[in-house]
């Protein structure tokens, strides 16, 4: 499991994996570079939105014998999240992620945790080393299910009536939050979903790279969205009342002054970066601020749909 188990959100130290990956950052870069242009080829898709490139978050194995009383001791696979150009510009972005997770834990157990790290890239075939960059780890699916007490379960063509009411309405509003449209529970993309004991389902959501949070300058939004930037919102969830959504939002203006200080306390994160993060964040609790402005935003803004 990532992070400390009693505190998912505690200050982690950075941790220096050995990583062999030089050819496959290269690519990482490539699809990075080319995201619009795949984004508009899947535009005309049917089902899921846009899917991107499995390279953008890389797994990679642990030899038992390698992890055993380390950090990584009884992991067998991690997703990577990694700069996507050699250009320590990048790194910000992987910060930005990171972060993102952290407001999502700030919220709700039902998140993903995450472990920054400093990943040194070596040439597979020299064994010279390249460079080293911002990385961060995500906790496997599997952990975060036995975390919430059930198992992950890939169920596909899930509709908003499946799921459990309350998780769901927190999962849209912290993905509104983040400015993030790439998921989908229909096709299970980005999302987990666990089921307890009790044969609830709870969507999990993952993977914010391509949000306004993040803001990178690879990301596109899907066409069919009809959104003018990627740090456009759109709450793309069940409708409520407003009742509903002002208990929703609960969480979220309790720990408005934690969400800024975590953002804060990364002191790698430069001024603009900082800044901006900051911004978006504050422009989303001025949206959830009073029960008129939630009225306006995701009452009257919501369209109805069985799932999405």
Known sequence: ??????????????????????????????????????????????????????????AEPWPEDDVTGTLFDGQTTLKLGTHCQNDKEYEQYVLREYLTYRLHNLVTPRSFRVRLARGTYVDAQSKKPLNTRNA????????????LGGRDVGLQRVE?????????????????????????????????????????LIPVPYDFDLSGMVHPPYAATDPKLHLRSITDRLYRGPCRTVEEFDAAAEPFRAHKADMFAVIDSMKELN??????????????????????????????GCKPQPTM
């Open 1 to 58: 499991m990532c992070g400390n188990p009693e505190d998912p959100i505690a200050q982690e130290k950075p941790m220096i994996p050995r990583l062999r990956l030089v050819a496959v950052a290269v690519l990482v870069a490539i699809a990075c570079a080319a995201m619009p242009a795949l984004l508009a080829q899947k535009a005309a898709a049917p089902a899921a939105p846009p899917k991107k490139n499995p390279l953008l978050k890389l």
């Open 160 to 200: 908003f009536k499946d799921l459990d009411r309350d998780a769901l309405t927190n999962m849209m509003l912290v993905e509104y939050m983040l400015g993030n449209t790439d998921y989908s529970i229909w096709a299970l993309h980005n999302v987990v979903l666990v089921t307890d004991k009790k044969r609830t």
């Open 271 to 300: 001024g603009t970066h900082r800044s901006e993060m900051k911004d978006y964040l504050e422009s989303f609790f001025r949206t959830i601020d009073k029960p008129e402005s939630i009225k306006k935003t995701f009452v009257n």
């Open 136 to 147: 961060l780890f995500i906790e496997h699916e599997n952990d975060v299910a036995r975390r």
